[in-house]
Each structure stands twice: as C-alpha cells, then as structure tokens.
C-alpha cells in the first residue's frame, strides 16, 4: 500500500496487530479520531470500543479496553489493557461480565469512603462489558 500507516495493537501480553493501513479510526474519550497518512503527532487516551482499519484484507474490526494510541511518523501505536477480534468475542461471557457489574453496581454502599472507588470501577467494568456486547453483535454472521 503506497499511502499507507504501520498499525500496531499492543496488550502487555504481546503485540495482537501489525499491519499496513490506508486508514485508522479509532475510540477516544472525546471520540472516534480518524486517522490517515500524513496526519499530525497525536496523543489521545482510549476508550473502550471499535477500533477499525482498511488494510490489505479490507475492513477489519476489533474491540479494545481502553488504554492510549500515539500517532507519529504514519504509525498508529494502540496500546491497550485488551483487545479481541470481534470473531473471538465470547458474548455470553460479555453477558455475565455485564450482569457481574450490574450486581455490584446495586450493591454499592455511599457511605463508605472506598464506595466511590468502586462505584468507578464498577462503572468501568459494565461499560467495558456493554461495549464487548455491542462489538461482538456487529461481527457479520
């Protein structure tokens, strides 16, 4: 690919992508950031969702936990907690972590002073969940 980015997906485990792209988008706090070659140095923390790409095997699609991508020099760095294929995605075992952080959602006391730490934690789980749920349904069949 003559225009292309170097896309590489970090976990702590191991490196999951690595692979030439005529276009990145990914999740951000503030959004989904689209990204092509030529584009500006860039830092931005990540959120849990879709990260996308068209390489030499057109589209693809994986989930990813948050975490932070760093564009410089046409290479897109995501490095994350997690981050699945939506082909691996286990959506019953979303649904279960879903429902786990539900049930401690409810089970949250306020008065407690470690009550808002795990009312953040708590949160960030069932948002993690919910979007596992919703990558792993936009799989195609």
Aim: hydrophobic content about 45%; proline content about 4%.
């Amino acid at each position: 690919m003559a225009d292309s980015l170097t896309l590489r997906v970090i976990t702590p485990e191991k490196v999951l992508v690595e692979a030439s792209a005529s276009y990145v988008q990914f999740p951000g706090l503030d959004g989904l950031t689209g990204v092509l070659k030529g584009h500006a140095p860039l830092v931005s923390a990540l959120d849990s969702g879709l990260l996308t790409w068209k390489g030499e095997k057109g589209q693809q699609q994986m989930f990813v936990a948050g975490g932070f991508c760093e564009v410089r020099d046409n290479t897109v760095r995501v490095v994350t907690e997690a981050g699945e294929p939506l082909s691996e995605i286990d959506l019953v075992r979303a649904d279960k972590a879903a429902e786990r952080a539900r049930e401690r959602l409810r089970g949250v006391r306020v008065d407690f002073d470690q009550a808002e730490f795990d009312l953040v934690r708590a949160q960030a789980a069932l948002r993690r969940a919910l979007m596992r749920q919703n990558a792993a349904r936009r799989r195609p069949s």
